[in-house]
């Protein structure tokens, strides 16, 4: 009974192409997070959204999109993959309020 | 610009001994830190957390130190199993920022049996 799943884990793709991961958190939390884990470890934070709406935008590539269709989830859509995106790239979720994060266990992306 | 820092990207500790995880800052407007564990094809949990008006925080083994002067944070250990093998990652934010953390790259604790 995951709380927070991500789907797929795995991802190889061609350079060029259109790709989407799911995120769903079945923890009723209001804010959902989308973080990019580079190759030194760093996590970077892409996006939030509060209760559907888009609360954070970090500098991130147009070709990336997120979408929530409810305050469960919240998908990332990816046009035109590059090489430097490939990353782990894991999706979470928290209460409105100013504690940790439960964490998906991330989505390896990897573009060839 | 990583505004947390974790500089020892490893740790190698015998079993039953203390295990010291260091974590240093550098915004002064951060006033809640957190420490997550992530075992290897797992997102990382939250683990413990610390609030800037206190220096201190225990939960059972694990305790966290906060030196705001020194912007820096540790989290210990005691006793050490081999179960606490994982990487550990500090996180730092400001509250009322929309819950966004800046995380540091993480320390990956081995525990010698």
Redesign the interface.
């Known amino acids: 009974d995951t709380a927070v799943s991500q789907t797929p884990k795995y991802l190889v793709t061609q350079m060029g192409n259109d790709k989407s991961i799911k995120c769903e958190q079945n923890l009723g939390h209001d804010t959902m997070y989308w973080y990019k884990q580079d190759s030194k470890k760093f996590l970077k934070i892409m996006f939030s959204y509060n209760n559907k709406e888009l609360i954070i935008n970090e500098t991130v590539p147009n070709r990336f999109s997120p979408k929530s269709p409810d305050k469960a989830h919240l998908n990332l859509h990816i046009n035109s993959l590059e090489l430097g995106d490939s990353a782990v790239y894991f999706c979470a979720s928290s209460p409105d309020s100013n504690y940790g994060y439960t964490f998906g266990s991330g989505t390896r992306l990897t573009v060839v | 610009d990583?505004q947390v820092k974790q500089n020892s990207p490893s740790l190698s500790v015998q079993e039953g001994r203390i295990s010291i995880l260091n974590c240093d800052y550098t915004n002064s407007m951060f006033d809640?830190f957190?420490w997550?564990k992530k075992y290897p094809?797992?997102?990382?949990?939250?683990l413990i957390?610390i609030s800037s008006i206190k220096d201190k925080n225990e939960d059972g083994r694990f305790t966290v130190f906060l030196n705001k002067s020194a912007k820096h944070l540790s989290l210990h250990i005691v006793p050490s199993q081999p179960g606490d093998s994982a990487?550990y990652?500090c996180?730092a934010?400001v509250?009322?920022t929309?819950?966004?953390?800046y995380?540091g790259?993480?320390t990956s604790l081995t525990v010698i049996p």
């Open positions: 990583q809640y957190l997550y094809a797992e997102g990382p949990t939250f957390s990487v990652f996180a934010s509250t009322n929309g819950n966004q953390f995380f790259t993480g």
